[in-house]
């Protein structure tokens, strides 16, 4: 008995400690797709995604995150919410906003985590000063023929999809920007042609043939957690990882992640 429990308390933490080391796995992953609402004067639309960061410091996985979307050479970089939950690191996710802005526009909406802590003015401020974009249930143009829409929280019940997308013009090519994919439940979403979400964490934990046992999102398949989705009305959905983590620091099989997406007007 003793060899048993001292077995099991071994590999009890080794998977701890694996999940603690996955949580600092950052990787970049990249989608492509098409979309003939692109304006053909230009080859394509590159965006970085993040969402999820949770940040506490400045630290060695938020520099990793910035390189990240420096890489990637986006057009626009795209924030989908809990960027931090506690107003002391205020400054540090500051820093981050400034370094993104740093490489290129920046839009941004508010998370559970921005609502629940009353930051999501504070935040806004910050980003609007340093010249990005905070949207709350409204749209921005982004050059010829490209809107980016954002909702206030939908988990929260803040999000407003029709008021978000109701300036947007029928034939412009529409990204929409919303902490969780519940937001598609809103019949209004079919007018956009993509939309970014978070949340999920894409359940952080994870396992073989099974997935993830807890989506952390109230009306969506499973299936939409994580990864890129094309939805019945033809819109696609990409729900990220996110880059931090919540309740615990692990992660097991669904390491945290920056997402570079490319949208071209035809097939390369």
């Given at each position: ?110 998370g559970n985590a921005e609502v629940c802590n009353q ?49 947007v013009p029928e034939n412009a090519f529409c990204l ?34 099974i997935g993830a046992l807890y989506k952390r999102a ?51």
């Amino acid at each position: 008995m003793e060899w048993l429990w001292l077995g099991s308390s071994l590999v009890g933490i080794g998977l701890l400690g694996y999940g603690v080391w996955e949580s600092y796995r950052l990787r970049l992953v990249s989608y492509e797709l098409t979309n003939d609402k692109l304006p053909s004067s230009r080859n394509d639309l590159r965006i970085a995604h993040l969402s999820d960061l949770h940040m506490k410091r400045f630290g060695l996985k938020e520099r990793c995150a910035v390189q990240l979307v420096a890489e990637c050479q986006p057009h626009l970089i795209a924030l989908t919410g809990d960027l931090t939950a506690w107003r002391n690191a205020l400054p540090a996710a500051e820093k981050f906003l400034q370094a993104l802005c740093a490489i290129a526009p920046v839009f941004a909406v508010e998370g559970n985590a921005e609502v629940c802590n009353q930051l999501t003015e504070t935040l806004a401020a910050a980003l609007n000063r340093l010249g990005g974009r905070w949207l709350r249930n409204e749209a921005a143009p982004f050059g010829e023929g490209i809107w980016v829409a954002g909702t206030d929280d939908p988990h929260r019940y803040r999000a407003d999809a029709e008021r978000a997308l109701r300036d947007v013009p029928e034939n412009a090519f529409c990204l929409l920007l919303s902490h969780s994919p519940d937001i598609i439940v809103q019949p209004t979403v079919r007018r956009a042609d993509l939309i970014l979400c978070g949340h999920t964490h894409g359940g952080q934990v994870r396992f073989p043939f099974i997935g993830a046992l807890y989506k952390r999102a109230r009306y969506i398949q499973r299936r939409l957690a994580w990864g890129k989705h094309a939805l019945r009305n033809g819109a696609t959905l990409i729900t990220t990882s996110g880059v931090g983590t919540t309740r615990l620091p692990v992660r097991f099989l669904c390491p945290p992640e920056v997402v570079n997406i490319i949208v071209r007007s035809q097939p390369s």
